[in-house]
């Protein structure tokens, strides 16, 4: 983002240069109506580029009139969301079935929905969302099923009705949210913040080491009785090889 | 006396035409000139510019010394226009219509008030105060438009054909009015008609093809034509040799023609050697000779005849 | 001599009750007042989508406004070109900006009027559930935004032709695009043929995507800049107009 922004606005200070040049250069000779429709077509463009500018680097800048404050987000989110390496794929199934029966999960839902995408633009795209409406007996209730969703009867027939998250990480890790549900409203962006601290945050298996030999560097017997300067053998290469990845505990 | 309008070689082309080539003249404070022309002579382009509506191409106006063009709201306070047709808006009443004029031209409270009043009272709209200007007469209508004008009793007036349209009562009131308020004004005005121009005004111009080709009072433009002042007879026409051989003995007679026979009648002109006023002197030679004649009367020149003068003699000077 | 603004004021207040003075106001009004109506309650699937908002009585905003708007907005110059009275104002004290701003000023308000006369539909919506009033609140806003937006547009082409119906179309024309660069069509074929910052560039000036935005809830800062630039640019170029047609 900012890369274009600085891009943009080179180009548009050269641009403004050379026509200020051109501009004073044929001033002279310029009749009314050309002065006058020129200082309109520069007015333009200082109207495109305002607005360019602006919609890049004040974006930020907002009024959240909504009672909810549905576009509000805590600084603890704003952390987690940026601190976010490896991508985090996060796929969201809500039954349009469901948000005819009950129209209070159809306002729920946008609710979930507003707040996950502030949450991908915070990330910078590191977090990244689809949405999908799972239909009965199609592929994508199937997907949903396996990953753990909860559906919730919707009639007579049996159908069910699906309102809930699936995440993945680059290491396969998977966060579901089996169902949005109302009740929990006041936690959502606790609980979605916490699926994606742990996705973001994997994690690591501790690995134990019983050994005869020194494999994690050895100390020799005259150490112990205090003699400073002996020789102390490093540790394995393989030792540390392990230690950036897990923890170790001998 | 002050001048109160300049107007330096003003110029307006509309596309390839030309309206207005180079105009210029000036008005001192108590002169009422007159804008004489034919149609599409360049007559209202010339107020156009003079009051800021338009933009001359070359040239300028300076009124009470401000630049039309460099100080327009300054020299617009000074000025009261009465445009060509009396443009209103017609949904208002007189007096919401006056009321808005006096607070645009920064008038509050009671001054509006007086302001309107003394508008009112000059222009006698008193009774048609409240009835919505689309639907008055154009006579009362003329009358908003000249009311509106001298609201805020400006130096400078410019009306374009105020009289144009009203029955001759109505003409009357607004020479009357116009003459009234000649003295502390420099007033311009355009007209077709001649008799106008006598009425009220000072000097006139002729404007013809944007430009000025003639300039002088009343009297200097009808003296163009050459009957102007000339004695006109009308006589029986037995008696119509006699009487020719008489006045042509006249010395301060060129010569008589006879302009037209009809009816028994004969109208005979008896033309003046340089202008001269002769009409008592023929009176009196008539009576001595006993010529009884059933009319006499000083002929008078006619704006048709004095335009078509000027444009003749234009094309003349053209060919020359 | 009164200040600008002052000038302004009183200018804007006569257009204002000139509105008024025939019959086309209250027309205008009702059809307004009937038609967002209508596209919200019966077209909008109002009852049938059965949730307490009013997302579709504001989501047809943009296309009445289109059709709307310019109606309003063409009798500003050119009513007074053609019944001769701009030679009457232009030779006034009054600059050419304080008579525009005058103009768009009662303009604008007799649109926001309109708006105001749709409130019994947010307090029928009150009665029949639980909106959230923070976004039709910040939707209100926005869509008066928008119309002055469509206004200064509508002025502005109104300055340039004594020709009432050549205004309108002109004027609805523009609007039409500023509307159009939203829809997901052409900003999908924008992001398919052109590099992003273009469709970006375009998104960042449409009506719709910063009113959508502001129907969402949430009014942000760069909306508020495009509208009010707009119309700060749209009255700049109505100026030059006027200027212009004043020297032709």
């Known amino acids: 983002m900012n890369s274009t922004f600085e891009t943009a606005r080179s180009s548009l200070a050269r641009a403004l240069d050379g026509a200020w040049t051109w501009a004073l250069e044929r001033s002279e000779g310029l009749s009314r109506p050309a002065l006058a429709w020129g200082s309109l077509a520069l007015a333009g463009v200082i109207l495109l580029s305002v607005n360019?500018?602006?919609?890049?680097?004040?974006?930020?800048?907002?009024?959240?009139?909504?009672?909810?404050?549905?576009?509000?987000?805590?600084?603890?989110?704003?952390?987690?969301?940026?601190?976010?390496?490896?991508?985090?794929?996060?796929?969201?199934?809500?039954?349009?079935?469901?948000?005819?029966?009950?129209?209070?999960?159809?306002?729920?839902?946008?609710?979930?929905?507003?707040?996950?995408?502030?949450?991908?633009?915070?990330?910078?795209?590191?977090?990244?969302?689809?949405?999908?409406?799972?239909?009965?007996?199609?592929?994508?209730?199937?997907?949903?099923?396996?990953?753990?969703?909860?559906?919730?009867?919707?009639?007579?027939?049996?159908?069910?009705?699906?309102?809930?998250?699936?995440?993945?990480?680059?290491?396969?890790?998977?966060?579901?949210?089996?169902?949005?549900?109302?009740?929990?409203?006041?936690?959502?962006?606790?609980?979605?913040?916490?699926?994606?601290?742990?996705?973001?945050?994997?994690?690591?298996?501790?690995?134990?080491?019983?050994?005869?030999?020194?494999?994690?560097?050895?100390?020799?017997?005259?150490?112990?009785?205090?003699?400073?300067d002996q020789q102390q053998s490093p540790p394995w290469l393989i030792m540390d090889q392990i230690r950036e990845k897990k923890p170790m505990v001998s | 006396m002050p001048v109160l309008v300049e107007a330096e070689r003003l110029e307006k082309s509309f596309g390839p035409i030309v309206a207005v080539d180079g105009i210029s003249l000036s008005v001192k404070k108590g002169e009422v000139l007159g804008f004489l022309g034919p149609n599409g002579a360049g007559k209202s382009t010339t107020m156009k510019m003079i009051t800021g509506f338009l933009e001359p191409d070359r040239g300028r106006t300076r009124i009470c010394g401000l630049d039309v063009e460099e100080s327009p709201k300054e020299a617009k306070a000074k000025l009261g226009y009465l445009p060509e047709g009396a443009p209103l808006y017609g949904e208002m009443t007189p007096r919401a219509f006056l009321t808005f004029v006096a607070e645009v031209r920064g008038y509050r409270g009671a001054d509006v008030k007086s302001r309107l009043a003394l508008a009112v009272e000059r222009t006698g709209l008193g009774s048609v105060l409240e009835q919505r200007i689309e639907t008055l007469s154009k006579g009362f209508k003329r009358?908003?438009?000249?009311?509106?004008?001298?609201?805020?009793?400006?130096?400078?007036?410019?009306?374009?054909?105020?009289?144009?349209?009203?029955?001759?009562?109505?003409?009357?009131?607004?020479?009357?009015l116009i003459r009234e308020m000649a003295t502390e004004k420099a007033i311009i005005v355009s007209t077709h008609i001649l008799e106008e121009v006598e009425a009220v005004c000072t000097r006139a111009v002729i404007i013809n093809k944007g430009r000025i080709v003639a300039d002088g009072t009343a009297e200097d433009l009808m003296r163009r034509v050459p009957y102007h002042g000339a004695v006109a007879i009308r006589v029986a026409s037995e008696r119509a040799r006699a009487v020719i051989s008489v006045l042509e003995q006249h010395e301060e007679v060129t010569r008589v023609e006879t302009v037209s026979e009809a009816a028994g009648r004969t109208h005979l002109r008896a033309i003046p050697v340089d202008g001269k006023a002769i009409a008592t002197g023929v009176a009196s030679l008539l009576r001595d000779k006993a010529l009884a004649v059933d009319e006499l009367f000083i002929e008078r020149g006619r704006l048709d005849d004095v335009f078509r003068d000027i444009t003749t003699s234009e094309q003349d000077s053209n060919h020359a | 001599m009164p200040s600008s603004l002052e000038t302004a004021a009183i200018i804007a207040k006569r257009e204002f009750a000139a509105y008024f003075a025939t019959p086309l106001a209250s027309v205008f009004l009702t059809i307004f007042v009937a038609a967002t109506g209508a596209f919200a309650f019966y077209i909008g699937g109002f009852f049938d989508r059965g949730q307490a908002n009013l997302h579709s009585f504001f989501a047809y905003h943009p296309w009445l406004y289109l059709l709307l708007v310019p109606a309003v907005a063409m009798r500003l110059w050119a009513e007074e070109r053609k019944s001769g009275t701009i030679e009457l104002l232009m030779t006034l004290p009054i600059s050419p900006w304080e008579a525009i701003l005058g103009k768009f000023a009662a303009a604008w308000a007799f649109v926001g009027l309109a708006l105001v006369l749709t409130f019994p539909i947010w307090i029928t919506v009150n009665l029949l559930g639980d909106p959230d009033n923070g976004v039709i609140l910040a939707s209100y806003l926005g869509s008066f935004l928008m119309a002055g937006a469509f206004l200064a547009i509508g002025s502005f082409v109104s300055a340039l032709t004594k020709n009432q119906v050549i205004a309108f179309?002109?004027?609805?024309?523009?609007?039409?695009?500023?509307?159009?660069?939203?829809?997901?069509?052409?900003?999908?074929?924008?992001?398919?043929?052109?590099?992003?910052?273009?469709?970006?560039?375009?998104?960042s000036m449409s009506f719709l995507t910063h009113f959508e935005h502001i129907t969402r809830g949430v009014v942000a800062l760069p909306s508020i800049v495009f509208f009010l630039s707009l119309i700060a640019f749209a009255l700049f170029a109505n100026v030059i107009a006027v200027d212009q047609r004043k020297a032709a």
């Not at chain 1, 890790?173 to 913040?193: K, V």
Request: charged share 25%; hydrophobic share 45%; proline share 6%.
């Open chain 1, 52 to 228: 360019l500018m602006s919609s890049v680097s004040l974006r930020n800048w907002k009024a959240d009139l909504t009672e909810d404050r549905l576009f509000t987000i805590s600084d603890g989110t704003r952390q987690v969301l940026r601190a976010i390496d490896e991508p985090i794929k996060a796929r969201v199934y809500f039954s349009s079935r469901l948000a005819e029966a009950a129209p209070s999960y159809a306002r729920y839902f946008d609710r979930v929905r507003a707040l996950l995408e502030q949450y991908r633009d915070i990330s910078g795209g590191k977090l990244e969302l689809a949405f999908l409406d799972p239909e009965p007996f199609s592929d994508a209730e199937d997907r949903a099923v396996a990953a753990g969703l909860r559906g919730i009867r919707l009639n007579a027939e049996g159908e069910l009705g699906y309102f809930g998250l699936v995440a993945t990480n680059a290491t396969d890790n998977q966060e579901t949210i089996g169902f949005f549900s109302p009740d929990r409203e006041s936690f959502l962006e606790y609980d979605a913040t916490k699926l994606v601290h742990t996705l973001a945050n994997p994690k690591k298996h501790v690995v134990g080491l019983i050994t005869a030999l020194p494999v994690d560097g050895g100390k020799s017997p005259m150490a112990a009785m205090g003699a400073p």
């Open chain 3, 169 to 203: 179309i002109l004027a609805a024309t523009i609007c039409f695009l500023f509307v159009m660069s939203g829809v997901e069509l052409v900003q999908n074929t924008l992001r398919a043929w052109t590099p992003g910052v273009v469709a970006q560039a375009v998104s």
């Open chain 2, 143 to 176: 009358r908003v438009g000249i009311a509106q004008a001298i609201l805020h009793d400006p130096p400078v007036l410019v009306m374009d054909e105020p009289t144009d349209g009203l029955d001759p009562n109505q003409k009357h009131h607004v020479r009357e």
